[in-house]
């Protein structure tokens, strides 16, 4: 176990933990590697599938957005294996508080893919139902969710069970209060969180070293909350260490903090442009630390990935793109009058009002009109 | 019926819906062993323990945020906010999450916290300590707002908030924690008046003077002098701020023709603005004048030796009332 470097007193490991190095060659990593004794080649096979289809989900999705089909998205090229090393950790009734850019993390919870859509085309504000899936819905609030992961591992607590809340956070995200409220109260009650930040080096176009001085992870134990640093690019080292958090809030350990150094290879969302803030050498040094290249070469060293799987990964990638365009460019929209619904859990007097107002404003248009505004346009 | 302060009903009220449901916890500062500054709180973690009243560290985003993580897992957090002017570092959380996270999630997940703030000013305290925030909540959608003034509301409505699965902002008047009443703790919620309704406190013929909260007395005294000067005021206490209860106001004003609406918070875009506005369009053509507003000042809240200055007091309201009644008033001759 890791406790003695878990220790409130005990700085983080300067280096990254791996287990599988840049080159796809084996890492030797005393810390991580007990808890990936059981991951086999058909389990690595399995990451790397996840890896390829969310890809491929991200490269759709933008697609779909340069095609005017979907407002705005948010890539997550280059983060393929904390987003799966890291959910692929979990148990189904561990609780999930995640930013908007874990769509692979929804993805392999069991979203379905028009659903993830919707919110990125307009349609909904969210695309599953939280309870569903164990997922909240997308935080776009930066460092909101942690604070909702943090009250929701206090209520496990209450309820003594042993499972866990994650909170996805990026970079940027600890720098905000929310963030630094949230450690506090994690460690003041203990609670079984795992704070998962994805340190993709841009907080849109500000640099992780205007976030902070020190390495991101060396803020947890000021806070009394163990922490490491994990090659973010490195699925099975992501994994490893998800499971190391998550052995600790599940066996009491209290609240745990890990920062996946990994590198957003895209743009923080489409509407940015990443060639006026970042320069090419530093892109093309992370493409040689693509994850997919580097798991790939892994099980091809080792005489596991022939052609005929890589042919499979590639069908069922298309298979997920053709789902998801046809679920979204299908989607219908919603009704006008669904504006009005869940505001409230019960009446409300005054929204009462306008909506029984705007009800009578569209009534006063022909009935045929009425009807399709009412039932959703389906353009 | 049994004699109770304000403190004590709001107590008596966390107590009864703490009994009755162990998913409802309280969260604040000082909560706990020392019974909340205001002793709202008093011996409630010795009887119900330390995991359902919470003393939290001093961070307001934290006591919000945290109770919307206990919410998503089926809790009814009861959060304190200490003062009034306390609760700016928690309005994200309240404004962008409490107040949306169930018309985002379609109906999924519900935030059935509520929000208990001491407001309002009028106990001589220092700054940040006396402010009416109260607003900012208002116009916030997905939240209900309650203002209470006696000791019975206090009791019936916060665990009618509790009960709700809605969000609610429970803003408690500290210049009245100490006043009493009787208090029926015996009191069935499901024959109680709702939560939302609008409620007269006094008759009246002549005027329809309107308020919440800590003026809700003031009002009351203000009604009992105007009589002894043969002008009847109808005092309404709004209760719930959103929803407004508009109807009781609806017919108070087709009766007297008359609309005054009093509070201590600031007047631009405050409630005032608001029933004045809503009352002028229902009964436009009931009214015999222009409604007044008779209001706190469009300044941060001053030092206390002036805040009597600042506070609408019963001289003042009575001044509002002979502006809508066309009597000699303190703007007599002024245009506009």
Redesign the interface.
């Known amino acids: 176990m890791l406790e003695e470097t878990a220790s409130p007193e005990t700085s983080p490991q300067p280096g990254i933990h791996q287990l599988i190095g840049a080159d796809g060659t084996s890492v030797v990593d005393e810390l991580l590697a007990p808890f990936v004794t059981d991951v086999d080649d058909d389990q690595l096979l399995e990451l790397l599938s996840d890896m390829v289809v969310i890809r491929r989900i991200d490269a759709e999705a933008t697609a779909l957005q340069r095609q005017g089909q979907l407002a705005l998205w948010p890539p997550m090229l280059g983060q393929e294996a904390a987003q799966i090393g890291s959910v692929r950790a979990l148990e189904d009734d561990d ?1 999930i ?1 995640p930013t908007y850019r874990e769509n692979g993390v929804a993805y392999c919870r069991g979203a379905k893919l028009a659903g993830i859509m919707s919110t990125w085309r307009g349609s ?3 695309g599953w ?3 569903e899936f164990n997922m ?2 997308p935080q776009i ?1 930066i460092g ?1 969710q ?11 607590t ?2 003594g069970k042993e499972s866990l ?1 994650i909170a996805y956070l990026g970079d940027g995200a600890t720098s905000q ?2 963030v630094h ?2 450690m ?2 994690a460690a ?2 203990q609670a079984p969180v795992v704070f998962f930040c994805q340190n993709n080096h841009w907080a849109i176009s500000e640099p992780v070293g205007l976030q902070s001085h020190v390495p991101l992870a060396g803020r947890a134990p000021g806070y009394g909350i163990p922490s490491l640093r994990v090659d973010g690019n490195d699925v099975l080292a992501v994994l490893a260490a998800t499971r190391w958090a998550a052995t600790r809030a599940r066996s009491g350990g209290g609240p745990s903090f890990i920062e996946a150094v990994t590198y957003r290879m895209g743009a923080h969302t489409t509407a940015d442009d990443p060639t006026r803030y970042r320069g090419v050498t530093e892109l093309e040094e992370w493409r040689g630390k693509d994850p997919i290249a580097r798991l790939r070469a892994f099980l091809q060293g080792r005489g596991k990935l022939d052609a005929g799987q890589e042919a499979a990964l590639e069908a069922k990638a298309d298979a997920v793109a053709a789902e998801l365009r046809a679920g979204c460019i299908n989607m219908p929209d919603p009704a006008p009058m669904s504006i009005f ?6 009446g ?4 009462d009002r306008q909506r029984d107002h705007y009800e009578r404003y569209l009534a006063s248009f022909s009935g045929t009109e009425v009807d399709a505004l009412a039932e959703g346009n389906r353009s | 019926m049994t004699t109770l302060t304000l403190t004590q009903a709001i107590n008596a009220g966390l107590r009864k819906a703490m009994e009755e449901d162990p998913k409802v916890v309280l969260l604040g500062e000082d909560i706990g062993t020392l019974g909340g500054v205001f002793r709202v709180t008093d011996g409630l973690m010795k009887d119900f323990g330390s995991h359902r009243v919470i003393d939290t560290p001093l961070a307001e985003s934290a006591i919000i945020g945290t109770a919307v993580g206990l919410a998503y897992r089926g809790f009814r957090p009861v959060c304190e906010i200490q003062f009034d002017g306390f609760i700016y570092p928690g309005f994200d959380q309240i404004v962008s999450q409490v107040a949306k996270l169930h018309m985002r999630t379609h109906g999924q997940v519900r935030m059935p916290l509520t929000i208990r703030v001491p407001f309002g000013g009028g106990i001589g305290s220092p700054e940040h300590h006396s402010e009416s925030p109260e607003g900012y909540f208002v116009h916030t959608s997905g939240l209900r707002v309650i203002s209470v003034s006696n000791p019975q509301d206090a009791y019936t409505m916060l665990r009618q908030a509790i009960a709700s699965d809605d969000p609610v902002l429970f803003f408690e008047p500290k210049r009245r924690y100490h006043a009493k009443g009787e208090v029926d703790l015996e009191l069935d919620l499901s024959r109680a008046p709702a939560m939302g309704a609008a409620r007269i406190v006094a008759s009246g013929t002549d005027v329809t003077l309107v308020t919440y909260g800590p003026l809700v007395a003031t009002a009351l005294d203000a009604a009992k002098a105007a009589f002894d000067d043969g002008v009847s005021i109808e005092v309404i206490d709004l209760r719930s701020l959103s929803p407004i209860d508009y109807g009781p106001l609806e017919e108070s004003v087709r009766r007297t023709g008359r609309l005054v609406v009093t509070h201590e918070a600031g007047e631009t875009l405050g409630l005032g603005a608001e029933i004045v506005a809503a009352v002028t369009e229902r009964c436009f053509n009931y009214l015999e004048a222009a409604p007044v507003r008779v209001t706190g000042f469009d300044i941060p809240y001053p030092p206390s030796k002036l805040e009597k200055h600042h506070l609408p007091d019963l001289d003042r309201m009575l001044d509002g009332v002979d502006r809508a009644l066309g009597r000699p008033n303190s703007l007599s001759g002024l245009e506009g």
């Open positions: 609780f508080f909904a504000n969210t139902d939280p309870y909240a819905t609030i909101a942690t604070l909702h992961a943090t009250g929701y591992a206090m209520g496990l209450m309820d809340a209060g929310d409220e949230s506090v109260f003041s009650f619904d869940n505001v409230y859990t019960s409300h007097a005054i929204l």
